[in-house]
C-alpha cells in the first residue's frame, strides 16, 4: 500500500516528540546512607566512684567543765559518718551519740576520736578538777553500836533516772554522807564490809533489770572509791526489779524503786 506523504510525515513527527520528552525526564537520585563516623582509637575512662564521706564530730562537751575532786562531769558527744570511734583515757570504743560520767582525779583532758574511709575527725575536753575542802574533823567513835545498826539507822539510798545508771547531783549528796558513813564504821570494825545494792523499778524485762540494777550498783560503788572508801570493803549486788518497797503503779513509786541501797554483806 502505498503511504500518502503527508501522512508519514505526522507519524515521523510524531515519534520525534516522543523520543525528545524520554530525553528530557530527570533522573531522581538514589538516596544513600552517610558514611559510618570513624571509630575512636581510645576508650574513655569510667567515672571516678565516689568518695567515702569523712567521719564528723558534730559536738564534743562536758558538763560541768569545773568540779571537786571526787564529784562527777557528763561527757556528751554527737558523730557522723563513723565507722571507729572511741575515747582516750581508758573510756574505750563509744557508740555515735552518748555520754559518759566520768570521775578524774586530777584536771583531765578528754579526747574524741572518729575515722572512716574518708577520713578521721578528732575534738577534745578538758575537766578541770579542784581539791575539795578539808575534811571536818573525825567524830569520836561509838563503839557501844555494830556496824549494822550504824549503816541501817544512818545510810542514804542514792536514786537514779528511769533507765539511767549515772549518779544525780541528790544522790551525789546522798552518797557523799555514805563515805563518812563507811569510814566511821570501817575503822570502829576493821573487818566489817558493805554490799551496793542495785535496784530498779517494774518495768521492763527480768534480765534487763538485773543488767541495770548491777550498772547503779557499780556507778555507787566508783563514787565511793573516788572519796576514799576502800574498794576491797565494798562488794555490789543486782537485785533487779526483785526487792521493791513500793509496788504501786505510779511514778513516785518507781523512783523510790530505782535506787542504790547500802546493806550488811553476808
Not at 525526564?25 to 566512684?49: F, G, L, Q, Y
Not at 571536818?136 to 542514804?156: K, N
Not at 572508801?229 to 526489779?241: C, E, H, N
Amino acid at each position: 500500500m502505498r503511504l500518502n506523504p503527508r501522512t508519514l510525515s505526522a507519524a515521523v513527527f510524531a515519534m520525534l516528540l516522543m523520543v525528545g520528552a524520554a530525553g528530557c525526564k530527570k533522573k531522581i537520585p538514589v538516596a544513600t546512607a552517610p558514611p559510618p563516623a570513624p571509630a575512636s582509637r581510645e576508650t574513655p575512662p569510667p567515672p571516678p566512684a565516689p568518695r567515702a564521706a569523712a567521719a564528723s564530730i558534730s559536738s564534743f562537751t562536758v558538763e560541768p567543765r569545773s568540779i571537786e575532786r571526787g564529784q562527777a562531769a557528763t561527757l556528751r558527744w554527737s558523730i557522723t559518718n563513723a565507722t571507729e570511734m572511741s575515747l582516750d583515757q581508758g573510756l574505750g570504743v563509744v557508740q555515735a551519740n552518748g555520754t559518759r560520767q566520768v570521775f578524774p582525779s586530777n584536771t583531765t583532758t578528754y579526747t574524741l576520736s572518729a575515722r572512716s574511709a574518708g577520713g578521721g575527725d578528732s575534738k577534745t575536753v578538758t575537766v578541770d578538777v579542784s581539791a575539795p575542802p578539808p575534811p571536818p574533823p573525825p567524830s569520836r567513835i561509838d563503839t557501844s553500836i555494830s556496824g549494822s545498826d550504824m549503816l541501817t539507822r544512818e545510810a542514804q539510798d542514792a536514786y537514779f533516772d528511769y533507765d539511767k545508771s549515772e549518779v544525780r547531783d541528790d544522790g551525789r549528796t546522798a552518797l557523799t554522807h555514805d563515805a563518812d558513813l563507811l569510814k566511821r564504821i570501817f575503822a570502829a570494825d576493821p573487818s566489817f564490809t558493805v554490799a551496793i545494792e542495785g535496784h530498779c523499778d517494774e518495768r521492763g524485762s527480768a534480765e534487763y533489770n538485773l543488767g541495770l540494777g548491777d550498772r547503779r550498783a557499780t556507778a555507787a560503788k566508783e563514787f565511793l572509791v573516788q572519796l576514799g572508801v576502800p574498794a576491797d570493803r565494798l562488794t555490789t549486788i543486782s537485785y533487779g526489779k526483785d526487792r521493791p518497797v513500793c509496788t504501786d503503779a505510779t511514778e513516785a513509786c518507781y523512783q523510790r524503786n530505782r535506787r542504790a541501797h547500802l546493806s550488811p554483806a553476808k
